[in-house]
Nanobody, 116 residues
Framework: QVQLVESGGGLVQAGGSLRLSCAAS????????MAWYRQAPGKQRELAAR???????DYADSVKGRFSISRDNAKNAVYLQMNSLKPGDTAVYYC??????????WGQGTQVTVSS
């Protein structure tokens, strides 16, 4: 069983920064691709950033140059540093883990609200 717990969300003014953290329990972390998704009100959930177990990253075009994903395999944690936040970044942010043959797992989500 894999559990993912997000933290670090909150209310921030446009132009500000937040750092999201995701703590993972379970044995798949070191082999899993970790990702941050987000879902704004009335919109579909979308990928924001992803990092493989080898450290390769990719980002949605809308967050490139502003967000940075990283992972600490020793701590079973993944982070999302979000800079130059915009009101359009307002969403619930979800941590996700996926591993071949082992499935996909989701956290409960953390709210990020960016005021103008």
């Amino acid at each position: 069983q894999v559990q993912l717990v997000e933290s670090g969300g909150g209310l921030v003014q446009a132009g500000g920064s937040l750092r999201l953290s995701c703590a993972a329990s379970g044995s798949i972390f070191s082999i899993a691709t970790m990702a941050w998704y987000r879902q704004a009100p009335g919109k579909q959930r979308e990928l924001a950033a992803r990092i493989t177990n080898g450290g390769n990253t990719d980002y949605a075009d809308s967050v490139k140059g502003r967000f940075s994903i990283s992972r600490d395999n020793a701590k079973n944690a993944v982070y999302l540093q979000m800079n130059s936040l915009k009101p359009g970044d307002t969403a619930v942010y979800y941590c996700a883990a996926s591993a071949p043959l082992l499935g996909n797992y989701w956290g409960q989500g953390t709210q990020v609200t960016v005021s103008s």
